[in-house]
């Protein structure tokens, strides 16, 4: 889907060119031909490999997540692909304190909302969709779809969790459930807020 003449998927990586990184692991699915021909396996000096997740039509984001799980090398940050956000969320997630952890913004009244509750140590406590008017004002905020990974002892376990889901035939599960079911028995994970960053999450 194109946004001001350019598709939206191309953003994001320009995003992350103007953030410096490098190295880019791309799921596709639906119109995958048409996304390998446009971006190929380089993009302004981004090095792109693709993998395809069959089963994308009744699947969920982590069971994608999932499929790269042998080829994540250290860090990592994983964006969703129906996002348009300022470059600067990359530089927040890069240059946050922690190993683990979410960008978080104001609550966008989409009616889609990801709501996160935290402590006094901006550690996640409860991840909430769907809850009533009264009490998403005690939420820290809104997942903006975008989150960090620097620990992969922490990813192995989330990996892990999802083997379950998948064998118990659940493939339709975000990967964000996943992670903070994990954090919940080994190590928290964090809140980066920004609620003044601008972004919008566009469903078809």
């Not at 809850?131 to 989150?147: V, Y």
């Not at 990813?155 to 889901?165: A, D, I, M, T």
């Not at 118990?168 to 080994?186: D, I, P, Q, R, V």
Request: net charge negative; proline share 2%.
């Amino acid at each position: 889907m194109e946004v001001g003449g350019k598709p939206l998927l191309e953003y994001s990586l320009e995003a992350l060119v103007q953030n410096k990184v490098t190295d880019v692991i791309m799921v596709v699915g639906f119109l995958h031909d048409k996304i390998r021909d446009r971006f190929g396996s380089r993009y302004q000096g981004l090095k792109i490999k693709y993998f395809l997740n069959e089963q994308y039509a009744n699947s969920g984001s982590m069971y994608s997540f999932a499929m790269v799980q042998d080829v994540i090398e250290d860090e990592i940050i994983v964006l969703e692909s129906d996002l348009l956000y300022e470059p600067r969320a990359i530089s927040l997630l890069l240059n946050a304190a922690y190993k683990n952890c979410f960008l978080i913004t104001a609550p966008s009244g989409s009616g889609d909302e990801v709501y996160l509750f935290t402590n006094e140590k901006q550690e996640i406590t409860a991840l909430e969709r769907n809850i009533p008017r009264h009490h998403q004002k005690n939420a820290a905020g809104e997942f903006a779809g975008l989150s960090r990974y620097d620990e992969r002892n922490f990813l192995n376990l989330v990996f892990r969790q999802s083997r379950k889901y998948i064998a118990e035939g659940k493939l339709n599960y975000h990967y964000e459930n996943c992670a903070f079911e994990t954090s919940k028995y080994t190590k928290p994970v964090y809140a980066v807020i920004a609620n003044d960053l601008v972004w919008y999450e566009i469903d078809i």
